[in-house]
């Protein structure tokens, strides 16, 4: 037999990061093998926290499960697409859509990375925030496109730099990323703020693609105002589903609707099409979840309310981070996370992702660093706010004297 050949990764993954479940991670698990109870705060998985899949949800797809044993329609079956529409057409002001412009996906992962793959040409420039759901990044990279970042301003409470993003813009530019409610920041962008990027996608003939996913989770007197709504004029790509909204992440179920004009793009949505088609379809039984969930309670409005335990829960990550000397939070407005700076001033981190690593080793809580997120600078980490409040206080407690004596 001759020696077997060394086998690498392939290039195209040189730039495709997901720090998320990165070397971190691997700690993590090593030290829970060797016996030690590790906080993860690393994902977005409201499951692993005690929150229940609503009980409607889980009862239709079980039904469905007998029948759901074939294949389906590409893009998913009508009865789900149809009430994708449906929950669309209560959103006041949002654009007419069509089923046949919805797709379900195992997720909404699987659609950013269909639509990157359909989209991007070597070199093509896609405007992404930073910091970012690192996903955009790395399926920006793989699809052979160019990421570039976009500044969200802190001292505006994440609210995107416009005129950053003006300045970025070349002729390679060909669509703009915006995750609204934010992850990682938690914020939730103003309707000037949301018009100015559609001004700037309408000057330049960008392609919008908006990240939703966060869309019902919304704190205080925080509203959510869709990018498509703003932009009808323009093809705006929304993605959204049921794994955070719903707490069913596990079920890998997403969908992607397209608005406004289409035929200058015939040959763009026959690539998302035929990716689609390449897919076969996604998991049967999950997409009967969509109609279940959408036409159901919406359970999380008491999740979110005041007395809810995702407000109680958001309240006590800022109110402890704040607690801390040399660390500041802008209060997150939406979604899952809080994502604290480090005063530079005080706390001297010049490699985030050690940082993480020791925190992990010393305290056995598990985060992600900024950088993992795009953030030009080693300043921040992600915590995710979905335990117990009693669970995140202690948590940041441990944080807190871990700064006190942690030495780079
Ligand atoms: N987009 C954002 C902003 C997210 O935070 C996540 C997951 O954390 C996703 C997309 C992926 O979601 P899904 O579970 O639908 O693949």
Redesign the pocket.
Known sequence: MSPLRPLDQSSKLKDVLYEIRGEALVEADRLEADGHAILKLNT?NPAIFGFEAPHQIVRDMIASVPNAHGYSDSRGILSARRAVVSRYEQEPGFPHLDPDHVFLGN???ELITMTMQALLDEGDEVLIPAPD?P?WTAMTSLGGGTPVHYLCDEQREWQPDLEDIRSKITPRTKAIVV?NPN?PTGAVYSREILEGIADIARENSLLVLA?E?YDRILFDDAVHIPMATIAPDLLVLTFN?L?KTYRV?GY?S?WLAITGPKEHAQGFLHGINLLASTRLCPNVPAQFAVQAALSGVQSIDALIAPSGRLHEQRDAAWQGLEAIPGVSCVLPRGALYAFPRFDPEVYEIPDDAKFVRDFLVAEHVLLVQGSGFNWPATDHVRIVTLPEARVISDAIERLGNFLASWRP
Do not use: H, Q
């Open positions: 977005g997720g909404v992962s759901y996903l995750i992850n990240d996913i589903g794994s992440a890998r997403g």
